[in-house]
């Protein structure tokens, strides 16, 4: 079973940045979608950002400007670099990949995969 694992958090003041990477154990195929959600304590989870096989990419309108996804097929690894961080950044961030998809349709596909988590957290 492939899992993926997530790197990258941490605690940063707000204007920081940071990068976050998920490898996969084993293949996953390019054709799926891939994406970033998060989640705050007391709030739901929420997808971040979003990327097909074509490396089209979707974000979210609270960090558009500010998050990039991108992936890297050959090492099997997804990215997600977070600049211009505010407090409102913080939770816990969750790699995950879905079905094959093109890109409007990824954010609708039900996430068959999941990291376990890396923690990111903005002071003020």
């Known amino acids: 079973q492939v899992q993926l694992v997530e790197s990258g958090g941490g605690s940063v003041q707000a204007g920081g940045s940071l990068r976050l990477s998920c490898a996969a154990s084993g293949y996953i195929n390019s054709r799926r979608c891939m994406a970033w959600f998060r989640q705050a304590p007391g709030k739901e989870r929420e997808g971040v950002a979003y990327?097909?096989?074509?490396?089209?990419?979707s974000v979210a309108d609270s960090v558009k400007g500010r998050f990039t996804i991108s992936k890297d097929n050959a090492k099997n690894t997804l990215y997600l670099q977070m600049n211009s961080l505010k407090p409102e950044d913080t939770a816990m961030y969750y790699c995950?990949?879905?079905?094959?998809?093109?890109?409007?349709?990824?954010?609708?596909?039900?996430?068959?995969?999941w990291g376990q988590g890396t923690q990111v957290t903005v002071s003020s």
């Open positions: 995950t990949a879905g079905p094959s998809a093109s890109i409007q349709y990824c954010p609708r596909v039900l996430m068959d995969l």
């Open positions: 990327i097909d096989s074509d490396g089209s990419t």
